[in-house]
């Protein structure tokens, strides 16, 4: 029974993190659904949200309360001003030259944040309780519980928002025909923007729960690579293909570092990105016209 019991712990925390890597896939896919473009960036705008929270909690001494609004809307005004920027001005250019522009702007965002606040690892300042929580016998982190149950809502609402809302409508039509789009009247433009500054928002709150766990560097920009793996596998665009990828490559990732090493996560990550790109390029969930880069 222990053994079991162990198992469990393990698996609820795998599933924690995927939730977050849920969370960070599908800033991925609402950039990628509108417009096309793979955003290698997503990964130092989380970074750079949990930083906003540290400078307006730790720096400013608001209150945690008004910090986190903040650092997400923050997030969100780093995305519009990417697309106008950058992003639309490259529009008919090739795929791989807008790709290169997002991995040079993650390069720029993790060197001004080095500039700003330095190299050295730090700690948010905390806002979630930290008293222990169990289901039934299993303890779980409560920091990770609160990650998995506003992932899970956050994503939920984008389910729901996409089927019925008429933005989501929109965005969904511009995803499918931009020119039918804009022959019904649909502003492509403004979904092109409203996409970036929901990317960024959503990015930036997944920074924020990610770093209330393991705290922040300017180095944690890596795990927008797992959520990249994560949308690979489970579509560029496709919001249940996020949900679904996350959780499952969340409990991967939990056994492989469990029982068989941390140094092997990596090696199993990757390898199922490679794995996945072979058989079904365009995601389990994905749409056959996806191309690869």
Known sequence: M????????VTLAGLGSGALLALTALAYVLIYKATRVVNLA????????????????AGWGLSAWIAIPLAIIGGGLVGGIVERGLI????GESAISVFMVTVGLGSVIVGLVE???GTDPRALPAFIDTSPLFLGEAYVSRKIAVAFVTAAIVIGLFLILFRFWRGGVALRATATDQAAAYSCGINVPGVYSAAWVIGGATAAGAGL?????????????????????????G???????????GLALGMIQSWTSTYVGGEYTNVVTFGIMI???????????????????
Not at 88 to 91: C, E, S, V
Not at 238 to 243: D, I, K, Y
Not at 281 to 288: A, D, N, S, V
């Open 275 to 293: 794995f996945a790109l072979m058989l079904r390029p365009y995601g389990l969930f994905g749409t056959h016209e996806i191309e690869r880069l």
């Open 88 to 91: 639309r001005p490259m529009l």
């Open 235 to 245: 579509g560029l665009d496709s919001v249940l293909g996020a949900l679904i990828g």
């Open 209 to 233: 729960l990610l770093g209330a766990i393991g705290g922040i560097s300017p180095v944690m920009g890596v795990f927008g690579l797992s959520a990249l793996v994560v949308v690979i596998v």
């Open 115 to 117: 500039l700003v606040w």
């Open 42 to 57: 997503v990964g130092e705008m989380l970074m750079l949200g949990a930083y906003l929270f540290f400078a307006f909690a």
């Open 2 to 9: 222990s053994e079991w019991l162990f198992f469990l712990e």
